[in-house]
């Protein structure tokens, strides 16, 4: 019912930036909440930010100051601009989207679809 895809992911050096790009195809739902995660191999999946009533945003304390969500003024597509990269940012980063829960927005669970995810790799 619902696809989204991530792109804008690729290698670049410590201190770069890189903006991904999250795009929702086939019938949209009446989504409560945008966010984005990532996960390093051998880790969990991160909480990375993520967008709460399509306005309000949260961040993970790793990356606050450094990355910013936003998405256009339909919703239909999430952005995650990444400044100042770090290579502790090296990771497949997925975008999703979920319906209106009194889940955690932090929590990986109170989202119901998800995208294919994109490599981000940082490194000199």
């Known amino acids: 019912q619902v696809q989204l895809v991530e792109s804008g992911g690729r290698l670049v050096q410590p201190g770069g930036s890189l903006r991904l790009s999250c795009a929702a195809s086939?019938?949209?739902?009446?989504?409560?909440?945008l966010a984005w995660f990532r996960q390093a191999p051998e880790k969990e999946r991160e909480f990375v930010a993520a967008l709460w009533n399509m306005d309000t945003a949260y961040y993970a304390d790793s990356v606050k100051g450094r990355f910013n969500i936003s998405r256009d003024d339909a919703g239909k597509t999430i952005f995650l601009q990444m400044d100042t990269l770090e290579p502790e940012d090296t990771a497949v980063y997925y975008c999703a989207a979920g319906l209106i829960s009194t889940t955690s927005i932090r929590s990986s669970r109170a989202y119901s679809s998800w995208g294919q995810g994109t490599q981000v790799t940082v490194s000199s």
């Open positions: 086939g019938r949209t739902l009446r989504f409560h909440k």
